[in-house]
């Protein structure tokens, strides 16, 4: 386990360099101490699927797109918000699976809990025309930009 954080590997793409993240570093994730030690909230443990609220964030000409891997999540289930005219949030909640009093668990590695991502979105997004679709566990959410005018030149004669 290293104490420094990971910036390349282990397959997690950082936000540490991309100013439109709002993702915060938990300089305490994965030591093996409760959180009552490290002074983080209770509901610490429970924002643990976050992480795996995996989301790949594309520009195209035309507009942001976003897609998040969400399996086993109905679209009731996740909710797409514009907050504050430009950030982007993508929630949900993932139920525990309920338990039986004769059920014997060989392996639990499926996370539950709540999700919460946040972007802030570039001065183009037109906000108003935000759209969210979801198939095959995937959410994608497309934000449209506005067309960039460029700046009018004219010709001017030269006389003489």
């Known amino acids: 386990m290293s104490l420094i954080p990971s910036f390349f590997g282990n397959g997690r793409r950082s936000n540490v360099f991309d100013p439109f993240s709002l993702d915060v570093w938990d300089p305490f994730e994965g030591f093996p101490f409760s959180s009552a030690v490290a002074n983080l909230p209770s509901s610490a443990g429970e924002t643990a699927a976050v992480a795996n609220a995996r989301i790949d964030w594309k520009e195209t000409p035309e507009a942001h797109l976003f897609k998040v891997d969400v399996p086993g999540l109905k679209k009731e289930e996740v909710k797409v918000e514009v907050e504050d005219g430009s950030i982007l949030q993508i929630s949900g909640e993932r139920s525990k699976e309920q338990e039986e009093k004769n059920d014997k668990w060989h392996r639990i590695e499926r996370s539950s809990g709540k999700f919460i991502r946040r972007f802030r979105l570039p001065e183009n997004a037109k906000l108003e025309e935000v759209k969210a679709a979801m198939e095959n566990g995937v959410l994608t959410v497309t934000v449209p930009k506005e067309e960039v005018k ?11």
């Not at 700046?151 to 004669?157: F, G, M, Q, R, S």
């Open 150 to 160: 460029k700046p009018e030149v004219k010709a001017i004669d030269i006389s003489g």
